[in-house]
């Protein structure tokens, strides 16, 4: 399970009627097949230079490249988050008992118990 | 409910002992009162220079401000955390729906409908 989040900051301020058609805009992406438990939230720690997060959950990483690669998704980016988005981070989280699969250096014996696939960061 | 993250990247190689035994120590936070559903987590975005996360929540900003000064996570912070992290932000989540109430202007009239607790960020 992959937790996909966008923290951002918002060109609208906290309670105006452009953040809430930003938001609106927003959480209609959780109609896209795969997107499980889309939301929007606040940022409230004065230590971090976002106002708001979005926040979603994909089962598979193929559901995650499905979702970055759909039309409306694209759209939303071009319509709304690149015009009222003024600063943002990526942050993907996944279990830790997930460990990264070390890639097989070159002319390397295989590793007993590990499988060739998964990523290496 | 106040989600408290914070997105670190570690000294240690993922997979090593020495990851292992950071988390270790991170997880035994858990037991302080008012720390809901701690956990460590891998950051997997590469557009973000950051390796975990430790998130928890907290039912109210009190839990939030009694874990902070809680002596079990001063020791933490003093004794692994500054010396085993080399780089991190804080992020805090606050659902959407919970506006932040406008600090009152000096001088000006009560505003109907709202009351003076909360904060203004």
Request: net charge neutral; hydrophobic share 40%; charged share 20%.
């Amino acid at each position: 399970m992959i937790t996909h989040t966008c923290v951002f900051r918002l060109r609208h301020a906290g309670g105006s009627a452009e953040e809430a058609a930003f938001v609106a805009a927003a959480l209609e992406l959780a109609a896209i097949a795969g997107v499980r438990n889309l939301d929007v939230v606040r940022q409230t720690s004065p230590k971090a230079p976002y106002s708001h997060c979005l926040t979603m959950e994909f089962a598979t990483q193929a559901d995650y490249d499905s979702y970055m690669a759909h039309p409306d998704h694209v759209a939303f980016t071009r319509d709304r988050w690149d015009r009222e988005v003024t600063a943002f981070m990526i942050l993907d989280y996944e279990p830790l008992g997930r460990q990264p699969v070390p890639r097989p250096r070159p002319g390397a014996a295989p590793v007993a118990g590990r499988t060739t696939t998964g990523t290496s960061r």
